[in-house]
């Protein structure tokens, strides 16, 4: 049961390395969906698996096995195994609660300062103008989605570039890339293999609306242009904006511009289901593993109540 448990703590940190070859490889939007389902996956597998080595390490504790009603002594590996990993659950499950809750607290104080401010100015369709002296754009989800823009970054480009800023920001609005990375903060605070991953899903996300804005504006070079502008100009800003509100001056600009001036790579038609099946294949292993060991020990526990037999 114990080794069952220990395979979905140990298959995230081999996903960095994969994330990246996955985008590198992949159509942005095929890489985008790929990596948060696996990383929401493996996520999941990873705390059932914490929550199940700390449950057999209570359950070794006279007065839990009380109040567990365990007539029989619980049937596991050696205490020198169980208790030190049922205490390293703890405080793992622990942390992470700890800093997902204090993400969340943070998170959600700037969304509702930015979405407040974003009210309060008049918006033209999804546009919404703020005067400041810090260039500044990013995609603000909620109802109605919007788009804010500073004062400041609409004197740093010209007309042409403005449009392709708006269709960048659309394009996040329009895919809803905002829910990809929540679900990348969600799972770099269960597993801490999985953090890498979290600024490879927001990669993914910004190519995505690269694409996106290059195939509105029928222009990959003034799409390139606008978003190194709008980047070199943000360097001396300071954005309030929350983390799960994409921008198009986000990650690794350079990489994304070089991205754009290159022509769009021919990909084969099977590599999407070739990476899709990939990923489903690890994080199955992960959940399966997960699974095994979380229903081991409930049938550990049904024999140590009396319900059982071995």
């Not at 700037?110 to 979405?115: D, S």
Request: proline share 7%; hydrophobic share 55%.
């Amino acid at each position: 049961m114990t080794a069952l448990l220990l395979i979905p703590l140990l298959v995230p940190f081999a996903v960095p390395a994969l994330a990246r070859r996955c985008l590198g490889r992949l159509a942005p939007v095929t890489a985008l969906w790929t990596l948060t389902l696996a990383v929401v996956v493996l996520a999941g597998a990873s705390v059932a698996a914490l929550g199940a080595l700390l449950l057999t390490g209570l359950f070794k504790l006279p007065v839990f096995a009380g109040l567990g009603d365990l007539v029989h002594p619980l049937r596991t590996a050696s205490d020198l195994v169980v208790l030190p990993a049922a205490a390293a659950a703890t405080g793992a499950l622990t942390v992470g609660a700890w800093t997902l809750g204090r993400s969340a607290l943070r998170q959600l104080r700037a969304f509702r300062t930015a979405r407040t401010e974003a009210d309060r100015r008049p918006a033209a369709g999804d546009l919404c103008v703020i005067e400041s002296p810090h260039p500044d754009a990013y995609a603000l989800p909620g109802r109605p989605h919007r788009i804010v823009v500073t004062t400041a970054m609409l004197r740093s480009l010209g007309a042409d570039e403005r449009e392709a800023l708006f269709a960048h920001e659309r394009a996040h609005n329009a895919g809803g890339h905002h829910r990809f990375l929540l679900a990348a903060e969600l799972a770099a605070h269960c597993h801490p293999g999985l953090r890498p991953v979290r600024p490879v899903i927001a990669l993914a996300a910004e190519r995505a609306a690269d694409e996106a804005a290059a195939a509105a504006v029928g222009d990959r070079r003034l799409t390139a242009r606008a978003i190194a502008r709008a980047a070199l100009a943000t360097t001396a800003s300071h954005s309030t904006r929350p983390d799960f509100a994409p921008a198009a001056t986000s990650g690794p600009v350079p990489q994304r511009v070089a991205a754009l001036l290159a022509s769009p790579p021919r990909r084969p038609r099977a590599a999407p289901w070739i990476a899709l099946l990939l990923a489903a294949a690890a994080a199955t292993t992960s959940a399966g593993a997960s699974a095994a060991g979380v229903l081991a020990f409930h049938h550990e526990v049904e024999i140590a109540q009396g319900e059982e037999t071995r």
